[in-house]
């Protein structure tokens, strides 16, 4: 069974930093491209990041330009986002997810998702 188990979250006051960590199971992690996903209370869970199987592209939400950055280890079969400049409009649970190496901004294209993590920022 595969398992994504994302990691990181927590409580900031805006302008603060956190990274998040997805950790998977996946025996053929370094063939997957890789997304993150957010879903804020009341919303539909939206686009946020993802990467190609080779790590060699990633695309982000505007909302998220230049503030979040997503890389992938795959000797640890695991992808990370560093955000930065949080502010609280990006409060929400935040998900990982995996799908055969071309990556997608629609969530139901995805094979594989974690539990998601919490991030709250504080104004």
């Known amino acids: 069974q595969v398992q994504l188990v994302e990691s990181g979250g927590g409580l900031v006051q805006a302008g603060g930093s956190l990274t998040l960590a997805c950790t998977t199971s996946l025996r053929t992690f370094s063939t997957y491209a890789m997304g993150w996903f957010r879903q804020a209370p009341g919303k539909e869970r939206e686009f946020v990041a993802h990467i190609m199987w080779n790590g060699r592209s990633t ?65």
């Open 59 to 123: 695309y982000y939400a505007d909302s998220v330009k230049g503030r979040f950055t997503m890389s992938r280890d795959d000797a640890k079969s695991t992808v990370y986002l560093q955000m930065n400049m949080l502010e609280p409009e990006d409060t929400a649970v935040y998900y990982c997810a995996a799908r055969p190496v071309v990556p997608s901004i629609h969530p139901a294209e995805y094979s594989y998702w974690g539990q998601g993590t919490q991030v709250t920022v504080s104004s």
